[in-house]
């Protein structure tokens, strides 16, 4: 069975706090296009600050999920914070008690932190929010899983899908949050949320990649 152990992949969240804040220049700039202009900042202050209280630690990937998500939702500002806060812990609460991470356990957190978003917001897909990167994500995700696809090509159709929901954004109306204001004007520019939930999953995809490979290594 393709797996990985839960104990030691707890820096697959300091490769994820790692690409936003390669990118909060970038999140930012596309955030200021319709919003506040402060989606990058404050996103990089937030998973910056988990990696900091991470590095080091040797915690599991629960443990870590769980860290940066008490952070999101209780030190930094915006909307973003608790959204991502409820859906990391939610991804924490999934596995904790799981020693090792399988394609179904995967999906359940998935699902599970999809479930925590929607618990605390009203958005749906076709809103132009971060729905339309990660729910057709997890559906790319379980149909590859249906389809007895290895793990690590399910990752990457989740990848696939997670982009294409992100680009998809651009030609949305947004409808939730301070762009929803501009209307007809908020066509033709992606969305940070949306933008910023495809290099989370293209993190954690990769991340779990390099997990699977060495488990495989090692079991040889």
């Given at each position: 069975?393709?797996?990985?152990?839960?104990?030691?992949?707890?820096?697959?969240?300091?490769?994820?706090?790692?690409?936003?804040?390669?990118?909060?220049?970038?999140?930012?700039?596309i955030?200021?296009?319709?919003?506040?202009?402060?989606?990058?900042?404050?996103?990089?202050?937030?998973?910056?600050?988990?990696?900091?209280?991470?590095?080091?630690?040797?915690?599991?990937?629960?443990?870590?999920?769980?860290?940066?998500?008490?952070?999101?939702?209780?030190?930094?500002?915006?909307?973003?914070?608790?959204?991502?806060?409820?859906?990391?812990?939610?991804?924490?609460?999934?596995?904790?008690?799981?020693?090792s991470?399988?394609?179904?356990?995967?999906?359940?957190?998935?699902?599970?932190?999809?479930d925590?978003?929607?618990?605390?917001?009203?958005?749906?897909?076709?809103?132009?929010?971060?729905?339309?990167?990660?729910?057709?994500?997890?559906?790319?995700?379980?149909?590859?899983?249906?389809?007895?696809?290895?793990f690590?090509?399910?990752?990457?159709?989740?990848?696939?899908?997670?982009?294409?929901?992100?680009?998809?954004?651009?030609?949305?109306?947004?409808?939730?949050?301070?762009?929803?204001?501009?209307?007809?004007?908020?066509v033709?520019?992606?969305?940070?949320?949306?933008?910023?939930?495809?290099?989370?999953?293209?993190?954690?995809?990769?991340?779990a990649?390099?997990?699977?490979?060495?488990?495989?290594?090692?079991?040889?």
């Amino acid at each position: 069975m393709q797996q990985f152990e839960n104990a030691s992949a707890g820096d697959i969240v300091l490769s994820i706090a790692d690409r936003i804040i390669e990118n909060r220049a970038y999140l930012s700039e596309i955030d200021g296009k319709i919003g506040d202009g402060d989606h990058g900042v404050n996103m990089a202050k937030g998973f910056g600050m988990a990696a900091d209280r991470i590095r080091g630690n040797d915690m599991s990937l629960a443990t870590a999920f769980d860290t940066l998500g008490t952070v999101l939702m209780t030190e930094i500002g915006g909307s973003m914070g608790p959204l991502y806060g409820v859906m990391f812990t939610q991804f924490a609460e999934t596995i904790e008690k799981s020693s090792s991470i399988d394609a179904p356990a995967f999906s359940a957190m998935l699902s599970n932190g999809l479930d925590g978003i929607q618990s605390i917001g009203s958005a749906k897909v076709g809103d132009k929010t971060l729905l339309d990167t990660l729910v057709p994500a997890i559906a790319a995700f379980d149909a590859a899983n249906a389809d007895g696809k290895p793990f690590p090509e399910a990752l990457d159709a989740l990848v696939l899908a997670a982009e294409k929901g992100r680009d998809s954004t651009r030609d949305l109306v947004a409808r939730i949050g301070r762009a929803s204001r501009l209307g007809e004007r908020s066509v033709g520019v992606l969305d940070a949320g949306a933008t910023s939930c495809a290099l989370i999953l293209k993190a954690l995809a990769l991340g779990a990649k390099q997990k699977l490979l060495i488990s495989a290594t090692a079991g040889r």
